[in-house]
């Protein structure tokens, strides 16, 4: 029965090959403007980490001072930690596993003749990042705490970085020079880029950056080396303390709970943590501002979707429903112009049942012709947006499930647009219109 | 026009007639914002920076730390790069241009009184206090970036100072910073209070935009520091014909490494002024492109599905439409009657979509930073849709003004 209501559908569609073309067309725009920019989402909302992403949490705690403001275009200092927190954190180890971390950027200078020297990002980090983020070592091993301790001059290298500094992937033991000092490579690590780059400070580009060197966060801030992103004081630092400064945040904090206990009992080891330092006097704010947020729940936080993007997505669906409101328009004006076939094959015993499955084929037939053009049409959407200049852009490639996601969209879309003509079409009373005729 | 007869044949065809309203007002509701959108952003690009944008280029170079002098190094630079030819004039300056996003603002207070209370609560807010930016650079900035002073007179060589160590005795402010600081007064001579400093106003510039922008209210807010860079890392900015911008991008390269190797110029950061605003507006400019595409989608699908059910229609009722003929009806008569009924079904769609944008429009206004949208949007974008729809709905009208009375004597 299927094949002779694929038989009816074609035969029926070609009857009218414009208004089926316009049909696909109309259909196809509106999926593939859709998917473009679903796709899109979907990549920059992705799962950094997957796998490790749900052991991962960030603890805040809010030091501000009660009368701070901040005007609205400023970043918020309390999204990150001062020294003095991240090492009284550190040292508590209530966690599995934490790190204390800040970017930066720095001038390299290959060892091998005839390069010039370039600027690089890297991480300045305690011993804990490798294990907790699972980077893989190609060669040789992370810092121990004792080197954090010690503030040894050690680095790792990315994959890539030892390539362009050595020639070779193989540099353990080799003396890298960074900024304005000689580091002993003691560990290579496999390329690792997560997107975004959820451990980095927010004001940065999280979408583009990748870490090319570590260096223990001790080392940094003894020689005072440059951090990136948002550094923000408050209050006057007498001491002129710099980075080991109490009213000056510019850490990121990581830590690694295995089980809903630990996540609360972290929590609570926060709350404790801050009413102590409130009693200290050192804060001023309610303990209970302190906050832990999972690794997908501080990106929600950070909201790192652009404005645009989002209203680009709104555009088109907008687009894909007025394209759905035209075919149902049109779908329901074609069949209801058969009313005189319906009726016939009605009065010749067919149930409604059957009218309406043989016109919901012909629509799912729409369907998969504009789900097919939507999809290349998509693709296309994406050659664009990876074009863009934004840092987002490279990371626009459809996957397996976004590609059946589209097709599924869009005979989903044309059965549904389907539906209403079809169900008007099979309520024809066959007498009536056979009288008409 | 007789009208009743039309509203009974949309009545039989209530399903069909309202689905095609709502997606003309679905359109509707969509393109008055899509193009109030396009407005907003086209005004954001266009924006004037007060500088001879077309005639500048800069070079970007960094000096490897601790090797000499800056002072020296700079003034050997500038000496090489002047001596290319085309090049008119070159300054250096720290980093700050229009829309350049290195932003460095400060507080800044129009009096004593002002300052004090701004101090007391930690913020400028409701005190007369403004954050502008500031601009710094070697002597012969304003000529170089092509300014307009329009009172007061340039920087001496007396006025400068080497470095952010102490601030100058002098400045220069833009005529936006001028009137919202000292409104109704005259601005030369004025005193700036910037916490334990004070400088005083020598010049007013017609416009300098600020190198990140916040709200077109602010944006003009700069001043100008004689000031010269004092820091390995430096921005050149060359002025020469349009023409000659790449070539002397190219020779201005050469002749920094040439002046010392021990530097970095990377080819990523020369670029005309142009390019480096086209790089400002790029999320701007891609937005635009997207928005346009999306209104015309948007139309073009509107149109077909009128276009469509038109026909539709004309095929269904030829039959009538000949009994309609035979009976003394004109084609013109037939032409109208589907130009009525198509402005009918368009007009209540607009309608229905002048209301549908407004609400759109306040939704976008809650969600995203999106402006009230002014009313006379609305009776455009019908008035679009109109048209659109008239135009439409012609070819099958004319089809059916065609169908011969004889049709009625037929049967099927």
Redesign the interface.
């Known amino acids: 029965m299927f094949g002779y209501y694929l038989d009816l559908a074609v035969c029926s569609l070609r009857r009218n090959p414009i208004l089926t073309g316009l049909m696909v067309l109309a259909i196809g725009l509106g999926i593939g403007a859709s998917m473009t920019m679903i796709t899109v989402l979907h990549v920059m909302t992705n799962d950094p980490l997957p796998g490790r992403s749900a052991h991962l949490y960030t603890p805040h705690l809010d030091p501000l001072p009660l009368d701070y403001s901040r005007g609205s275009d400023s970043p918020d200092p309390s999204d990150n930690l001062t020294w003095p927190d991240a090492m009284a954190l550190l040292q508590a180890k209530r966690a599995v596993r934490q790190a204390a971390m800040a970017g930066g950027t720095m001038l390299v200078r290959p060892a091998q003749a005839g390069l010039q020297p370039f600027y690089a990002a890297g991480r300045y980090a305690t011993a804990d990042i490798f294990a907790m983020f699972g980077l893989r070592f190609e060669y040789g091993g992370g810092w121990s705490a004792a080197d954090d301790a010690a503030g040894t001059h050690v680095a790792v290298l990315s994959d890539t970085m030892a390539r362009k500094l050595f020639g070779r992937t193989d540099a353990v033991g080799l003396a890298a020079h960074l900024g304005e000092q000689d580091y002993r490579v003691i560990g290579v690590v496999e390329e690792w880029a997560p997107a975004p780059q959820f451990y980095a400070d927010n004001t940065g580009s999280q979408y583009s950056d990748t870490d090319t060197y570590f260096l223990p966060l001790s080392v940094a801030v003894a020689n005072d080396l440059p951090v990136n992103g948002n550094q923000s004081g408050w209050g006057r630092d007498e001491a002129q303390s710099g980075k080991r400064g109490a009213a000056e945040s510019w850490l990121q904090y990581w830590v690694q709970l295995d089980t809903p206990a630990q996540v609360a009992g972290y929590r609570q080891y926060l709350v404790n943590y801050s009413a102590q330092q409130k009693a200290l006097g050192r804060f001023e704010r309610p303990p209970t501002n302190a906050a832990l947020y999972s690794l997908m729940g501080w990106l929600t936080h950070l909201n790192l979707v652009p404005n645009d993007v989002q209203l680009q997505l709104w555009l088109a669906l907008g687009f894909l429903f007025v394209c759905m409101l035209n075919i149902v328009a049109l779908l329901l004006a074609k069949f209801l112009r058969r009313g005189g076939e319906i009726s016939v094959r009605r009065a010749l015993g067919a149930r409604r049942r059957d009218i309406f499955l043989q016109l919901g084929v012909e629509s799912a037939l729409i369907g998969v012709a504009g789900g097919a053009l939507g999809l290349v049409i998509a693709q296309l959407g994406l050659w664009s947006v990876r074009h863009r200049q934004d840092d987002y852009a490279r990371l626009a490639q459809m996957d397996s499930s976004m590609l059946a996601g589209t097709f599924a969209l869009a005979v989903l879309a044309s059965v549904l647009a389907g539906l209403l003509p079809a169900w008007r079409a099979c309520r024809i009373t066959p007498a009536l219109q056979l009288k008409a005729q | 026009m007789e009208l009743r007869p039309i509203l009974s044949t949309l009545r039989r065809h209530k399903?069909?007639a309202s689905?095609?309203v709502?997606?003309v007002a679905?359109?509707c509701a969509?393109v008055c914002n899509?193009v109030f959108m396009v407005v907003q952003r086209v005004q954001r690009v266009s924006v004037p920076t007060g500088i001879a944008e077309a005639e500048l280029s800069i070079i970007h170079s960094?000096g490897?730390?601790?090797d000499d002098n800056p002072q020296a190094r700079h003034a050997t630079d500038l000496a090489a790069l002047r001596a290319i030819p085309g090049v008119r004039s070159a300054v250096a300056l720290s980093y700050a241009l229009p829309l350049d996003h290195s932003d460095s603002s400060y507080g800044v207070c129009p009096d004593a009184a002002s300052m004090q209370r701004a101090m007391q609560q930690?913020?400028g807010e409701g005190t007369g206090c403004l954050q502008p930016s500031m601009f710094d650079g070697t002597a012969g900035l304003i000529g170089t970036l092509g300014l307009r002073l329009v009172a007061g007179r340039d920087f001496t060589p007396d006025d400068f100072v080497i470095g952010d160590a102490h601030k100058p005795a002098v400045a220069i402010i833009s005529q936006a910073l001028a009137q919202r600081l000292y409104p109704g007064q005259q601005p030369l001579g004025k005193t700036l209070y910037l916490g334990d400093a004070t400088i005083r106003v020598v010049g007013v510039v017609a416009r300098l935009l600020r190198p990140s922008l916040?709200t077109p209210a602010v944006d003009g807010d700069s001043m100008i520091w004689p000031q010269k860079p004092d820091r390995p890392a430096v921005t050149y900015v060359l002025r020469s014909a349009p023409a000659d911008r790449a070539r002397i991008l190219r020779e201005g390269r050469a002749a920094l490494l040439a002046a010392s190797p021990n530097r970095?110029v990377n080819p990523e950061r020369m670029e005309t002024y142009d390019q480096m605003r086209a790089?400002f507006f790029?999320?701007d400019t891609?937005?635009i492109g997207?928005?346009v595409a999306?209104g015309l989608?948007?139309l073009f699908?509107?149109v077909?599905?009128i276009a469509?059910?038109a026909?539709?229609?004309v095929?269904?009722r030829t039959r009538t439409i000949g009994i309609r003929r035979a009976i003394g009806a004109t084609r013109g008569d037939i032409l109208r009657y589907f130009h009525t009924e198509n402005g009918l079904i368009v007009g209540a769609g607009c309608l229905l979509g002048m209301v549908l944008a407004l609400v759109l429009n306040l939704g976008?206004l809650h969600f995203?930073?999106v402006q009230r949208m002014p009313l006379f949007y609305l009776p455009f974008g019908a008035l679009l849709l109109g048209m659109l729809g008239q135009g439409a709905v012609l070819t099958p009208a004319l089809r059916a003004a065609r169908v011969s009375p004889v049709v009625a004597t037929r049967s099927?």
């Open positions: 399903l069909t689905l095609l709502l997606q679905f359109t969509i899509v960094s490897f730390a601790g930690r913020s916040r970095l790089r790029r999320r891609t937005m997207l928005l999306a989608g948007l699908v509107t077909l599905g469509g059910l026909s539709f229609w095929q269904q976008l995203y930073e099927v």
